[in-house]
């Protein structure tokens, strides 16, 4: 049993923004791609807890950024669980160039949800011994719940194919998406993303509708989704940025 975990990525085309860097939603579709692989590895996998009715969700991330990998680039990306704050599982990532510095830190919440009614599960329940790695962390804290105050709305949406996972729920990565979709182009010409926290409160599903606002603070952006029916909140971030003229 590997109680850490390492596996290389090259960034394609298809991973790449305008400016040849990874997608933020892509680096996430890379972590959740190494969560997967090593939870299987340790026993803890999605076919194993599907036949139990239970499914992991990601509930936290946050995400400090040295410098986005490039179109082209081969990374290497290492995880490790570091047991449980309360009902949350934690995981933690680093991301390294081909020259061994560290591109990427990020920790990461997950809960252990009950398929039939998305009920949180004690850890005791998977019967298995999961790999502490004490003293092992890539970042020093876990996530706190998110605050945000926003005052514009970005954009209404329906959910739809694309955004759906193997679950029939909107997938983490897409509300990734739609939160870096609420900024234009002159956004990203003058500034980079230099880190970014997530906190997903509500299930999304084919054919809800979702409003995205977003507050006015410059350097960092508050931004949450919010089911356009009922007002409530799905999910919430925070997106840190920093001047391309300081750098």
């Not at 995880?79 to 990427?104: A, H, K, M």
């Not at 084919?206 to 356009?228: M, Q, T």
Request: glycine fraction near 4%; include cysteine.
């Amino acid at each position: 049993m590997e109680s850490m975990w390492k596996e290389n990525f090259e960034v394609k085309s298809y991973h790449a923004d305008f400016q040849l860097n990874i997608k933020p939603s892509a680096l996430l579709q890379f972590f959740q791609e190494v969560a997967s692989n090593h939870a299987a590895e340790l026993g803890a996998g999605y076919e194993t807890l599907i036949a139990r009715d239970l499914f992991w969700a990601l509930s936290r991330l946050t995400v400090q950024i040295n410098r986005m990998p490039r179109w082209g680039e081969t990374i290497l990306l290492e995880t490790w669980p570091c047991g449980s704050e309360g009902l949350f599982f934690r995981r933690d990532f680093i991301v390294y160039d081909q020259d061994n510095q560290i591109l990427i830190r990020a920790v990461s919440g997950w809960l252990l949800l009950a398929t039939s009614t998305l009920r949180p599960q004690r850890p005791s329940i998977l019967d298995i011994t999961l790999p502490f790695n004490h003293g092992k962390r890539s970042l020093d804290y876990f996530p706190e719940r998110i605050s945000v105050q926003t005052e514009y709305i970005s954009f209404r949406k329906k959910v739809s194919y694309n955004e759906i996972d193997q679950n029939l729920h909107v997938n983490n990565t897409r509300y990734l998406d739609w939160a870096t979709d609420c900024f234009d182009l002159e956004q990203y010409q003058k500034y980079r993303i230099s880190g970014f926290s997530l906190e997903f409160l509500s299930e999304t599903r084919w054919g809800d509708e979702i409003e995205l606002r977003k507050g006015a603070v410059p350097n960092l952006s508050e931004i949450e989704a919010l089911d356009h029916l009922t007002g409530s909140t799905l999910f919430k971030a925070l997106i840190n940025w920093e001047s391309l003229a300081e750098k």
